[in-house]
């Protein structure tokens, strides 16, 4: 009897295991009817306020300086203007690995995406639309395109397609930069260096005055590399060489040689920290703060954003410099990736194609741009001295982002930076000015492959890229003796790199062709 | 004898006899059969070019392409040797270093103390990868770290530990002793327990010492639990996690560094490269697998004690 | 027990000390930190004890409200997976330590060749779709239910127990499921509280199958609000790193992070050492 009862209560426990799962089971089919309908429905929407709401799902990208909130403002002013509801979903984090499973079950009719070429896989394979089969019904889009043919080239599938929709603004902010400690150059009467032999000798006076010093900051393995690589005029990779119009591997040149000879050179000095490559960004804002370094490669906000961070009250400063020119093909240049890599895209399969269509057309438009940027007089910002302020709440574009969801991901394609540049510091701003003005590699394409040439690159790249990562630190760690430069190169060369150079200006003359 | 009478009987019969016992496994059984089985039938997109749009039936079976990129690839043999010189050591460290911190806790008479210990040990575990990496960093660097400090305090020259490749070894394997140390003590203490305590007195009783109380009472105690972990272990070999081997490799180390689940990642999973890891994993379960009926069938012959 | 101590026990405790020391200093060192200001952090004045105390950091993570659902939900997972987890384990566990039970080997074999050979991510995610459990409390019990690893070691537990007690108890007229509970269950309260906390720590720490089978955020548990802060590499960097009118100090803001997320958890163990104490409970049922 007494064993029946055990029995009874285990198959207990598991019938109402099966039962609730049976109840949920039931409960998400009608919630995924409920959203079909809801579809059908939404065809029938043109414009205006006043029609039945659609409500379309998107799947959006959140940092958690700015998670995404379902009562932000900015949403709330699409819903009124546009009468269009967005059922968000906000990964946490891993966004690629929710995106893809978001492919192998129930896409969202919006999605932001990590990169074009994430996008062209997708597209390719029919999951994604080609909004250039609907030029008719993106006129703003359209106008935006033409508005701007660089940003054309640098979203289209490798057969002319476009499944990828850029935002435009944000990326102004994330440019690299080199920076300085004006307060101690000027302090030791000191001027910034202008060329990598003035900087060698104004880190070596450095390190005699502050004996514990690593004076030229780089961190993080050698992604400091790319920045650096500009100003020798290379690359760290394949680029284009605009003026004599062909594809050349920045890794396998001679000015790239010379960088490596100069960083080899402050490693063996200690003007780099020595462990460079595992430092990571808290150690280098660790070092600026104990005046322990006093040259910087980093991102061009580090010149506001240091100083808080490390709370440093007295006459601390971090000033612009200008790269500085390294060897006889330098030139005085930032690397710029341009538009950022996220990208906006949506299904195929949308139930809601023409209310999806009428949102990320509206904006790209003069008013969802002017939407986007400022949200809504009165509400987000008022008017002062004809100028337009946020509300004082939002102490800065982090706070303004946080709390209204403007210039967040899905709720804006383009944004109007100037909106934002009081926010920063005068400092701050000279140096975009000065930045843009001169101080930046010309903008490399962003290309587009077929699906043969991607599989080919991945495993030629896995190969190449790693080799030459392994043997440029063993260069600049002086474990390899650069004497050896000739091997290092025909050695990559044995790894396919003219199939990949190949591959590279292909796909090149391939987008040109398209833009024709 | 025994076992031939029970060959004898039929089927029906002996599970007949053993309905209890089968319906307690029961839902242990569906468990596997749903949620491990059922996804294995995924497992034929290691022969097909799987797209995730197009789903696993209608992307197309492209054979053992992805074996043959993964075998013929420069990186293939570096990897694989990599990976088991890691896994290696990390068994030849990592499997006897909880079982004597099991015994010296054992050895504690004060109960507090113990207590202390025990939960203290465990701490590091709760650490996830990233910061782990980070302490590394830090405690390590040839700048500042306390390491290198107490390096340069004995009159030796400071150590670039992360850009050495003879290191990073020993860095990795102790980093993840120290993270799981006190973890896994945690089921050999469960092991202690079990040890009737009239054999500890009856020892005491015959003037036994604590090495000879140790060594024929205690261990045999815990034997069984560390023989299946051994084989356990043995089959995880090849298994090493992907986070904290990047986050502790600079590239001066790449040529002791890469390993299986680095290469995947660099050949770019992200970009939903689900096929080529599908394939390599399975390669690696082979493996695996073979690593384990070794190790089971060793264990059988030896002392009696296996999996299955 | 009142043996004299040994020059044996002095260097025990000197070993175990050392360890105390490695294992503890950088808890010490994360909690000092994030309740330290930037200015101190980044002149590397804190090692031990907080520098310019405060708890901004600790206030920034709970501003966002959803990190107390996060602690409700992560509590209910804990509590319903390692219940059924157990459960499950305990009873598939012991029929499985029957070595002449029939089809014993066979569905050994069959759980010991899925800890090498699984379906992958996808395939998973599409089963657990295909039951309708996406978006539920079940997709955070059901999946994870067993873990091989501990039903084989709680199978070893049960193969350890002498035959003499199982043998005499079925002369006393009781049968399997009588004697699993009956006699193995009381014996093995130290490998059941071991499994059961590996479980719960395993549930607790969990964000894959969360971030896989959760889309509504008011299902979250703690571990995926706080991930991307510990992860994030990115924090500044991101606009400004003063959110309102506190400094988000990189580090402080991650260690704080992780101390949020683990106290609960850490606070088990100690009260589950109780069923770890030597051989009283075998003895007992012998005597």
């Known amino acids: 009897m007494r064993n029946k009862s055990v029995i009874s209560k285990v198959l207990l426990v598991f019938a109402m295991v099966l039962a609730i799962t049976a109840c949920s089971t039931q409960k998400s089919n009608t919630s995924s009817s409920e959203t079909s309908n809801s579809g059908t429905s939404s065809t029938s929407s043109t414009k205006s306020e006043n029609n039945p709401k659609v409500t379309l799902d998107m799947m959006v990208f959140q940092h958690p300086s700015w998670p995404y909130k379902e009562d932000w403002a900015i949403y709330k002013y699409y819903e009124e203007k546009l009468g269009i509801k967005f059922k968000v979903t906000a990964p946490p984090s891993d966004y690629d690995t929710a995106l893809n499973l978001a492919f192998a079950g129930d896409t969202p009719d919006i999605m932001i995406v990590s990169n074009l070429a994430q996008a062209n896989t997708y597209g390719s394979s029919g999951a994604l639309l080609n909004f250039f089969d609907h030029l008719d019904k993106l006129p703003n889009y359209s106008k935006f395109l033409e508005d701007h043919p660089k940003v054309k080239s640098a979203i289209l599938s490798a057969d002319g397609k476009n499944y990828y929709l850029p935002h435009y603004g944000l990326e102004q902010t994330s440019r690299r930069s080199w920076t300085y400690r004006d307060d101690i150059f000027k302090k030791n009467n000191l001027k910034a260096p202008t060329t990598w032999d003035e900087m060698y000798k104004a880190a070596k006076e450095l390190k005699k005055l502050y004996p514990d010093s690593y004076p030229i900051a780089i961190y993080d393995n050698l992604t400091g590399l790319t920045n650096i690589a500009a100003g020798f005029g290379t690359w760290y990779g394949p680029y284009v060489d605009y003026e004599k119009d062909e594809w050349r591997y920045g890794p396998t040149e001679d000015s790239f040689k010379e960088m490596l000879r100069y960083l080899n050179l402050f490693y063996k000095e200690g003007l780099i920290p020595p462990d460079f490559m595992a430092m990571k960004r808290d150690q280098f804002n660790d070092l600026l703060a104990q005046d322990k370094a006093f040259i910087a490669n980093d991102y061009i906000g580090v010149i506001d954003e240091v100083p808080v961070i490390i709370q440093r009250t007295d006459d601390f400063s971090l000033d612009y410099m200008t790269p500085p020119i390294g060897g006889n093909n330098g030139k005085p240049y930032n690397a710029y990736d341009g538009l950022l890599n996220r990208g906006m895209a949506v299904a195929a399969d949308t139930k809601n194609l023409d209310t999806v269509l009428k949102y990320v057309d509206f904006l790209y438009s003069p008013e969802g741009i002017e939407l986007a940027t400022y949200g809504r007089e009165g509400e987000t910002y008022y008017q002062k001295d004809g100028a337009r302020r946020f509300n004082d709440e939002y102490v800065n574009f982090a706070t303004l982002r946080k709390s209204t969801g403007i210039a967040t991901y899905g709720s804006h394609l383009v944004v109007d930076m100037k909106a934002y540049s009081y926010m920063s510091s005068d400092k701050f701003n000279k140096a975009m000015e000065k930045i843009q003005n001169g101080n930046e590699a010309p903008l490399q394409p962003r290309l587009a492959y077929t699906d043969a040439e991607n599989e080919t690159l991945t495993m030629k790249n896995a190969e190449i890229n790693k080799y030459r990562d392994e043997q440029i630190a063993k260069f600049i760690l002086g474990q390899r003796d650069l004497s050896t430069w000739d091997q290092y190169v025909s050695e990559i060369q044995k790894l396919g790199l003219d199939e990949v150079m190949k591959i590279n200006e292909d796909a090149y003359r391939r987008a040109q062709s398209f833009l024709k | ?308 | ?287």
């Open chain 3, 1 to 287: 027990m009142n043996r004299k101590a040994t020059w044996f026990d002095y260097v025990n405790v000197l070993i175990l000390m050392l360890v105390v020391v490695i294992c503890l200093y950088p808890f010490i060192y994360m909690i000092a930190v994030s309740m330290s200001g930037g200015g101190p952090i980044s002149q590397g004045k804190v090692w031990l004890y907080p520098v310019d105390f405060n708890l901004d950091m600790y206030r920034y993570v709970f501003e966002d409200g959803r990190i107390l659902t996060g602690y409700k939900n992560t509590l209910i997972y804990v509590a319903l997976g390692t219940a059924c987890s157990l459960l499950v384990t305990v009873l598939g566990a012991y029929p499985l330590s029957k070595k002449q039970m029939v089809f014993q080997k066979p569905i050994m074999l069959m759980i010991v060749l899925t800890m090498f050979i699984n379906g992958g991510m996808i395939p998973t995610f599409l089963v657990v779709r295909g039951l309708g459990l996406l978006d539920s409390i079940w997709a955070m019990v059901l999946p994870g239910l067993i873990s091989t690893w501990n039903l084989i070691i709680m199978r070893t537990f049960f193969l350890g127990i002498p035959k003499e007690l199982e043998e005499s108890a079925k002369v006393d007229g009781l049968s399997d499921i009588g004697i699993l509970f009956k006699i193995v269950l009381p014996i093995s309260q130290a490998v059941i509280a071991s499994v059961g906390l590996f479980y719960a720590v395993g549930i607790w720490n969990g964000f894959m199958s969360p971030l896989l089978y959760l889309r509504s955020e008011e299902l979250y548990p703690l571990q995926l609000f706080l991930r991307n802060i510990v992860l994030s590499s990115e924090m500044t960097g991101s606009g400004a790193p003063v959110s309102g009118n506190i400094v988000v100090v990189e580090p402080a803001m991650k260690y704080a992070a992780i101390i949020i997320s683990t106290l609960p958890i850490l606070c088990v163990y100690p009260f589950l050492q109780k069923y770890f104490v030597k051989g009283v409970t075998l003895g007992s049922v012998k005597g």
């Open chain 2, 1 to 308: 004898m025994r076992h031939e009478i029970l060959n004898k009987k039929s089927w029906i019969a002996r599970v007949r006899q053993d309905r209890y016992l089968l319906l307690l496994v029961l839902p242990c059984v569906l468990y596997y059969l749903i949620f491990k089985y059922g996804p294995m039938l995924g497992i034929v997109i290691a022969f097909k070019d799987y797209n995730l749009h197009r789903g696993i039936w209608d992307s197309p079976w492209v054979g053992f392409k992805w074996f043959n990129h993964f075998m013929n690839s420069r990186d293939f043999w570096p990897v694989l040797k990599n990976t088991f010189v890691l896994g290696f050591m990390k068994l030849l460290f990592g499997f006897p270093a909880p079982i004597i911190l099991a015994l010296l806790i054992n050895e504690v008479r004060h109960a507090f103390f113990r207590r202390f210990v025990q939960t203290v040990s465990y701490l590091p575990h709760f650490i996830s990868n990233v910061i782990v990496a980070g302490i590394m960093t830090m405690f390590l660097s040839p700048r500042n770290g306390i390491i290198n400090e107490l390096i340069s305090f004995l009159g030796f020259d400071r150590i670039n530990f992360l850009v050495e490749e003879s290191w990073f070894r020993s860095i990795y394997v102790s980093s993840e002793i120290w993270q799981h140390l006190g973890w896994s003590t945690i089921i050999y203490l469960a092991a202690l327990s079990t040890i009737d305590i009239q054999q500890y007195e009856a020892a005491r009783l015959d003037g036994a010492n604590r090495w000879q109380t140790t060594w024929n009472i205690t261990m045999p105690g815990i034997a069984p639990t560390a023989l299946i972990i051994l084989i356990l272990d043995i089959g995880k070999v090849l298994e090493i996690g992907f986070e904290k081997v990047y986050l502790l490799a600079t590239p001066a180390v790449y040529s002791k560094a890469d390993i299986i689940s680095t290469y995947v990642y660099r050949v770019g999973l992200s970009e939903g490269k689900y096929s080529y890891a599908t394939a390599i994993d399975l390669f690696t379960g082979m493996i695996s697998i073979i690593f384990i009926i070794s190790a089971n069938w060793a264990s059988r012959r030896i002392n009696g004690n296996s999996l299955w």
